[in-house]
Each structure stands twice: as structure tokens, then as C-alpha cells.
């Protein structure tokens, strides 16, 4: 309640004490109606009987009199107490001991920009008219400034606000050093972190100002945040919310770039996609991408002729990088209303050319060279180096320099070989399965399969299986899903899958459930049969990936391997199970760099690059010894402070890490990670940050959708955009005390009258004789 009064009175002392005088009316209309002891005698008579047909009409008029008088005590108890029908129009500086604590929202879309300002500068702005406002009132206001980016760190606290806490605000608070992020950020957490603040300060009358741009997006679940403002409410706290963005501007937004990074190669073409969202209302038409390499734009260049409203497409393009090393590629939009939302990069390690293992069950190896020619027939245009090698290869040589392994009509594993292919599927390594006439079943199922928690996906039958033709049905012998191994299949009639003829296949057990919704594991059914047995099956193991295929690789039991579409199965099979744990990192921007290294492999110095808009700055680390078993200790941050460490993968269990935290990851772009082993050899490490593609949806949430929203968080009041009536201390009063004024005036002019007509008034004296003795 003392609230409700606050926001609705300048002087809310006054109501308490008005209120009470609304009942001195009341009490003199009771005292005048006590009656007293009556007396009846005949002279009496005629006057009761003409009292009881008037009374009606004279108990309706006392009532209105007294309404009157009672209304005469309000008005002037509200003319003093100076009542202001809309809280939003008061100004905030009132009374003494206030405390105004600044929430400004520092996320990227509050850089949208329009004429020569953006929505931070016009943040900005409020934040230094709130200080001037309560400079006129010296010493009596105190003022905290968060940023939503670190509401626990606050830039300003509890500074006593006059001139030259005026004049040290505009210094500080100038744009050039006082930026906006360009992260995407949560209110609910720095609504909360103002409560705490608020918490800890008693005795002062409490005011939060929240300067954002109230994007819809940030309101669809208002749950969280209609809490946090009831909270504030139900602590005293009136909240303020602030527009600092009048309305949303067209804006497009690179939503993401990827592309078949894992097999890119030197000098070989490699496949990128990047996708578009229109944010805006109207369509997009010719939006065309420039598309850079460490910094330096190639010829390439993406042209999207169309984008409706609110959508997003994705385009396909080419680039071919010269050198094995890493590449920072990065697609650029032409400058918007965010320009910032307009670039996305992607680091891409290339080697010069991608490794892959074929492991030949016989020793000819006649079948793995068919995947060889398939794969890398010229291994300058297709970027695979293929290497054909015994089962014994499983046990002597290591496999993670390999993209993938192919085990082609292998007769059975030794037990550890089947531990260095678990390890290594585990880690992330992809695997694919030919069988063949000289693979034993039952080693197969009982090592393999082991009920499902092996390498192979399913227990076989003892013996290969014809596909019998059918004559009535002359229709494919494949029938392949959308996976994108199998897109060159795709299309209604198309031609192609029906000149692939498949003569035998190793069946699935004969218990093995056929229908992958009924039986619900782990494996999936890429393509069968038309007798529907499978042919294609993938499931995860671990990290990595296994598809194994149910004929041979080469044409012993099908004519696949001397068809066309053979070849680009086999590409696109290389492409699905190429390790992607090595691929560069991408994150958002604002995420830390947590480094835990092993001091047995790696020196304590560390170099981070990072990009910015005037080139790449370097700044160097020392990582700090902390114990393996501890999830938060410290590390050493990259601006020299000491900051608390976030949990990773502790290096050896049981010993000393060595433990880096590097925060200034705000700048969009690829990071470069530079470690230093005790080998006295560099190791780099590339990571792409990006900004939130969400920050781009410009469009805002209306203020009737803010209270409607809000529902019970009546606390709060909004502050349209360019509206400074309440921080300027105007007399938002004025007008309802002119109008109180003249009603007071008129029911006193009432009252006198009505008062007049029920009062006794006798006639005038009647002269009399005086007669002399």
C-alpha cells in the first residue's frame, strides 16, 4: 500500500491523516440526529402528521448534504496530498534518502541502428538525464549503474548524485569507451541481481530503471521475468521500464555458416552453406555475400535473389584453399540497421589431403580397391588418400591419423584389434562395415554384436541370402531414404537406383525385429531390400559413427561397384564418417576460453589471438597449477586479473593442472589458441565465435503486450520512447489541482446552498404594541 500511495501522491504523508477527517462530516450529521425525550401533548398532533409526510424528502436531503461535506474533505485532502492519476507522468525525485539503481541493457541488438544514433547511445542518454534530474535536489539521491553484461560488477554504487557526479558521469559514460556488447544477454538475471542490491540497502525509498529495447523475442516466455518483477514489487521497489528504441528497422542476419569441413583438402573444392533470415517486413530481393579467407576476399561470392519476410534461406557455394594450414573463412552481408549480425566465420583445418584406412579381409585386396578407385582414384580431385592394409595393420600401426576406416570382407578381429577400433569409434573415428563371402557369423555376433553393445549393429544368419528377381515386380532392388549418402537417388522414377541389381546379401537374424519403430535402439535403417531386409544400417558408438552395408564392395554379389553411382556413394559415405571431433570449435561470442593442460605435455605459457576491427591482437597467459580433482579454482584471465576458473576435463587424474581463463571473447570473429609444449613445439587451437543469431530479431514487443504480459507485476510502469516528463520533475500534478480547484469550489457553492435550504429560517418579527401603565 505505502507503495501504491507513493507512486500516486507527491505528498503520500498527507493521505493517512485525510482519511481520518472524512469522518468529522459524519460524526456532527450523528450528533445532530440524537433524539431526545419526547413529550406528546394534542397541540402536537396536526405538526407529527405533517413531519412523517415529509420525512422521505428531508432524510434524502440530509444524506446529500452530508455527501457533500464528505466530498469537500477529499478534494482538499487530495489537493494536498496532490494526487496524480497517471504514476507514470511523476517525477522521481522526491523526498530524500531516494536510491535509483540503473539497469541498462548492454545486449546486441540495443547497437541497432537509425539516422546518426543507436538504441546504447539513447540508453546512454536517459541514464545521464536521470542524474541531472536528481541533481537538482543535491545530495538527497543516490544512483548504481549495472550493465546487463555484468550485473554483478556495477559501474557505478551508491554515488550521491550532484553536479560533479554529473559532470563524472558524462566523462565516463562516452560512448567511444563505454560500448555495448555483443552478446545476447538475459534480464531476468540482472532484475535479480538488482533485488539483491536492493536488499542489502534499508531506509531509502527504492527506484529501478531498466533501459532496454524490449524485444519480442525476450518476452515469449515472460515468466522468469514477470517473477523477478513482482519480487522487486512486493520489496518496495517501483520499477521503470524504459524504451530506448522507438521502433524495429529491417534487418538481415548470417544465421550460420557450415559447410563438409571435415574432408576439406588443399586445392580440392569444398561444399559451404550458409543461411539468411530476413528479421524485417518487407521481402529482400539480390541480397548478395562476400566471402573472405584469413582476412582476404575471394572472388566467390553468394547471391540470394529472394528472401520473404521472416524466413530463412540457405545457399550452397564453392571455395578452393591453397595451402595446408588453418583458414579462417568468413561470409559478410552489406551494412543494416545491425551490422554486426551481418558476418559469421568458421575456422577450417586443411590438410593436404584426407586420410582414409581400407582393411581388406583377403589378402589380395582386390574388393578394397574398389573403394579406392572410387575415393581416390586421383586423389588431387577428390582430396582422399587411400591406404590398403591387412587386419594386422589394426595392431601395429595407430589409427587416429585417419578420417575413417573401412573393414571390407573381414574374416574376424583379433580381441585387440577390436579394442583399438572401439577406441578409436569412442573418440570420434567413423566406421564402415562390407561383408563378404570370408565373414564367420558367429564370430561376428558373439564379438561383434555382443547383444547390441558391440561395433556391429545386428546378429546375422549363418549364410549369405539370394534376392530373388521377381518377375511381377519390376521395380528397384533399393529402396533408399533421405539420407544424403544416397542423394543421387533421390526423386520420384529415378532411373539411376534401378540399375543397381543386389544378387546376394548377408540377412539379420531371423529374430531381429525389422521395423526400426518397433524396435527402438540405436540402429537405423538407412535403405533395404525389396524383399525388406536391410542393406544399409547406421548407429553411434560413443563419439563416432558406424554404417555398415549388408553386400560386398565389390561385384560379387551386386553390379554396383562397376556403376557410376557407386563412385558418388562412396564420396558422400567418406563424408558422413569423417571424424568431426577435431573440427574447430564454434561458439558465441562472450563465451570463456577454459584451458586445462597437462604440465607432463604442455609449458605453462599461453598466447591467444584475437581478432578485432583494427587487426589481430595478441595477449599472453600463464596458466596457473591448480589441483585436478577441484571444478572451480582460478585462472589467469586475459586482462591480467585473476578470475574464477569454469569446470573442464581434468588432464591426469590425481595430478596438478595447469589452468587458464581467458573472458574477452566479445569480438565476433576466430580466435587462435597458441600452446606450447614441453617438446618446445607449438600447438594452435582455432575457435570461431559468433554472435547469437537471435539478437537480429529487431521486432518489439508493444506495451500493451508488456502489461498484458506481465500480468500480475503491477509494480512496474513504461516509459515510451523520447518521454522524459518523469525524469525531468515537471509538475505532473498541475493540471489536477486546477481541476480539483474548481470542483471544491463547487461543492462548496453546493453545499451553502443546500445547507441554507434545510436550515430554520423564522419570519420576520411581528411588531407589537406597547401599552403604558
Known sequence: MSAWLANHFFNPGFVAGGALLVALPIAIHLINRVQYRRVRFAAMEFLLQSQKRNQRRLLLEQLLLLLLRILIVIGLVLLISRLILNPAQMSIFRGAQTHHLVLIDDSLSMKERWEDTSGFEQAIKVVNQIAAGGAQQPNTQKLTLLRLSQPEQPFFVERNVNEDFVAELLAKLDPQTFKCTNQSLDLTTGLLEAKKFFAEDNGNIHHLHVISDFRERDWRDQKAITSAIEGLAENGVSVNLVRAVPEAHANLTVVELTGDIQVAAVDVPLRMRVTVKNNGSQVASNVRL?????????????????????????????????????????????????????DRSIAVDVPQAVSVLLVDGESSGDAASYIADAIAADPKATGYLATIESVEALRRRPLDGFACIYLINVPELPADSIDALERYVADGGGLAWFVGESIRP??????????????F????????????????????????????????????????????????????????????????????????????????????????????????????????????????????????????????????????????????????SVEIETPGEEGDRMTRLQASPESAGETGGQGHSGDGTLTQGIEAPVANEGSLNLRAVFRNTDQPGVYTVRLLKQSQASEERLIAFNTAPGEGELALATSADLRKRMGNASGATIQEFGRLDWVEGREAGSEIRQWLLWLLGTLFVLEQALAYKLSYHPPQAVKTLKFSE
Open 442 to 455: 558367429a564370430h561376428y555376433n558373439s564379438e561383434l554384436y555382443r547383444n547390441g553393445t558391440g561395433l
Open 457 to 604: 549393429p545386428i546378429p546375422l544368419e549363418s549364410a549369405p541370402k539370394e534376392l530373388i528377381l521377381d518377375p511381377t515386380s519390376p521395380g528397384a532392388d533399393i529402396l533408399t531414404s533421405k539420407h544424403p549418402l544416397f542423394r543421387i537417388f533421390a526423386g520420384e522414377d529415378n532411373a539411376l537406383v534401378k540399375l543397381v541389381r543386389i544378387f546376394q546379401f548377408m540377412p539379420a537374424a531371423k529374430d531381429w525385429v525389422r521395423d526400426d519403430q518397433v524396435r527402438m535402439d540405436r540402429v537405423q535403417t538407412m535403405a533395404s531390400l525389396r524383399s525388406k531386409d536391410p542393406l544399409f544400417l547406421e548407429h553411434r558408438f560413443g563419439k563416432g559413427r558406424v554404417i555398415t552395408c549388408l553386400t560386398t564392395a565389390q561385384p560379387d554379389w551386386n553390379n554396383w561397384a562397376t556403376d557410376n553411382s557407386f563412385v558418388v556413394v562412396q564420396l558422400e559415405l567418406v563424408k558422413s564418417l569423417a571424424r568431426t571431433d577435431r573440427i574447430p570449435e564454434q561458439r558465441q561470442v562472450g563465451e570463456p576460453i577454459v584451458l586445462a593442460l597437462d604440465p607432463a605435455e604442455y609449458s605453462d
Open 290 to 342: 562476400s566471402v573472405s579467407d584469413n582476412n582476404n576476399k575471394l572472388p566467390t561470392s553468394v547471391l540470394l535473389e529472394k528472401i520473404e519476410p521472416q524466413t530463412e534461406v540457405t545457399q550452397e557455394f564453392e571455395i578452393r584453399l591453397a595451402t595446408p594450414s588453418t583458414h579462417k573463412i568468413r561470409v559478410s552481408l552489406d551494412s543494416d540497421a545491425l551490422s554486426e549480425d551481418n
